[in-house]
């Protein structure tokens, strides 16, 4: 019988993944960065492997973030109280979020939108992708109705 990785490790594997590929490095170079093959961290961006504290501190290292980083958004488990915070702290990131980022496509995406700086053109930007999503979305429940 095969165990399904632990929610909480699919999450960090998958923060991970989304870290690396916005710093643009592959599976190979933080495999070598770290003395392990690529197909280890395949195994840890998938949560198939846990990554261990010290191994995730050095993740984190060469990767150029805080170890919090791939705590972000992390499921609540059941019977595991809610975490206390100072108040301060930026709320979780909702997970369509980190699976939208880990996409090819979510980063090609946001890399190109950071890198217009007119506010205006970002905003009609923004408008043009609600407007396109919203044809689908009517298109989609056109083509539903019909059936």
Do not use: C
């Not at 059941?78 to 997970?95: I, K, Q, R």
């Not at 506010?119 to 989609?140: H, M, S, T, Y």
Request: net charge positive.
């Amino acid at each position: 019988m095969k165990k399904s990785p632990n929610p909480i490790d699919k999450h960090v594997g998958s923060r991970v993944r989304m870290r690396r590929m916005m710093v643009g490095m592959s599976q190979e170079k933080l495999g070598e960065a770290l003395g392990l093959t690529f197909q280890q961290v395949q195994k840890y961006e998938k949560g198939t492997n846990r990554i261990g504290a010290s191994r995730l501190h050095q993740i984190a290292s060469i990767l150029g973030v805080q170890v919090e980083f791939f705590y972000e958004g992390a499921p609540q488990l059941e019977g595991t109280p809610p975490a206390v915070g100072d108040g301060l702290s930026e709320p979780p990131t909702p997970a369509y979020v980190s699976d939208f980022l880990s996409t090819s496509d979510g980063l090609h995406l946001m890399r190109a939108f950071v890198r217009v700086r007119d506010p205006k053109v970002r905003k009609r930007i923004v408008e043009l992708v609600e407007a396109l999503a919203g044809e689908d979305e009517a298109a989609g429940d056109a083509s539903a109705a019909v059936r």
